[in-house]
């Protein structure tokens, strides 16, 4: 099973890219790797997820190593509305299918 | 706006009493999962719901129960509600055996026992 570590918190100016790490060094070949953000007072919200290739699509880059240890997100041109706490879950870190671990995330703040 | 809707969307109850919190999931879902939220923490599963059956559970009391219905919607109840029960709590829905872990989630009910 996959656990991961992100750091607490993260600054970023608006309008550049937000790039945020995850270690996930115990995840099997096998597992994915999953993004959501929860905006303040609000549910989560999936983002992207990946397995061994790097991953795009409207929100955000997912960029994992090769040896599958870590990845990054990447927000392109981060705003105002993308301040957030953004999690990093591995596939199977609950020990079964679909039962998603959040474990404390980043806490990204976009500044004007 | 990920389609799941919740109600109610805040609730005051008092110790000892009992709540029902209802969830709708995305059109096209049929599977239904709720997580407690406390205060500055994240999400943590209670359970899921697949054709009507628990189909998995995490780590809390007999006092958490569920239900799913036919047309998917789901309900979460909490018996004999503790302080420690207030928390906004989560419903996501998801389309099981697509990619369970892609889960869509409402904006929660914050529940609040005094």
């Known amino acids: 099973d996959a656990k991961t570590t992100q750091p607490p918190s993260m600054d970023c100016a608006e309008g550049r890219a937000a790039n945020l790490p995850c270690n996930h060094s115990t995840i099997s070949g096998n597992e994915y790797v999953y993004w959501y953000r929860q905006i303040h007072s609000q549910g989560p919200q999936y983002i992207i997820h990946?397995?061994?290739n790097n991953e795009t699509n409207e929100m955000a880059s997912l960029i994992i190593t090769e040896d599958r240890k870590s990845s990054t997100l990447i927000l392109p041109h981060a705003t105002l509305r993308d301040t957030a706490v953004y999690y990093c879950?591995?596939?199977?870190?609950?020990?079964?299918?679909?039962?998603?671990?959040f474990g404390k995330g980043t806490k990204l703040s976009v500044k004007p | 706006d990920a389609g799941v809707t919740q109600s109610p969307t805040h609730l005051i109850k008092t110790r000892g009493q009992q709540v029902t919190l209802r969830c709708s999931p995305k059109?096209?879902?049929?599977?239904v999962s709720w997580y407690q939220q406390a205060l500055g923490q994240g999400p943590q599963f209670i359970f899921q719901y697949y054709e009507e059956e628990e189909r998995q559970r995490g780590n809390f009391p007999d006092r958490f129960s569920g239900h799913q219905f036919p047309n998917y919607s789901s309900e979460l109840n909490v018996n004999a509600l503790l302080l420690g029960d207030s928390a906004l709590y989560l419903c996501?829905?998801?389309?099981?055996?697509?990619?369970?872990?892609?889960?869509?989630f409402g904006p929660g009910t914050r529940l609040t026992v005094t």
């Open positions: 879950i591995g596939e199977g870190d609950g020990g079964s299918q679909g039962n998603l671990i």
């Open positions: 996501a829905s998801s389309l099981l055996g697509f990619n369970s872990y892609e889960q869509y």
């Open positions: 059109s096209g879902h049929d599977t």
């Open positions: 990946g397995l061994k």
